[in-house]
Nanobody
Framework: QVQLVESGGGSVQAGGSLRLSCTAS?????MSWFRQAPGKKREGVAVVDDYGSATYLDSVKGRFTISRENANTVDLQMDDLKPEDTAMYYC????????????????WGQGTQVTVSS
């Protein structure tokens, strides 16, 4: 089973930045970030394929950037953070078509907490 190791979460004030990183034990075509806030459904934040093509949640467009550092590492640069970005962030990987629906992903990291204060 693939292992996903996330890092980079933390606490910042609104307008600040954080960078998340996820390394997988094997290479996958699609590497994604999801998030889940308390009492809310998990939502897809960003996904990038092995060509570097990315898709974003509308509310993070222009503020977050997902990138593949190498074949098995994905980063999420988060700028201009807002309190509504506060959530547990999860890395997930899959083969095949890359999209942001959590039901399609079988392999997940343990999560890293991001807290943004106003």
């Amino acid at each position: 089973q693939v292992q996903l190791v996330e890092s980079g979460g933390g606490s910042v004030q609104a307008g600040g930045s954080l960078r998340l990183s996820c390394t997988a034990s094997v290479n996958y075509r699609c590497m994604s970030w999801f998030r889940q806030a308390p009492g809310k459904k998990r939502e897809g934040v960003a996904v990038v394929d092995d060509y570097g093509s990315a898709t974003y949640l509308d509310s993070v467009k222009g503020r977050f950037t997902i990138s593949r550092e190498n074949a098995n590492t994905v980063d999420l640069q988060m700028d201009d953070l807002k309190p509504e970005d506060t959530a547990m962030y999860y890395c997930a990987v899959k083969t095949g078509f890359c999209f942001l629906q959590d039901y399609a992903y079988n392999d997940w990291g343990q999560g890293t907490q991001v807290t943004v204060s106003s």
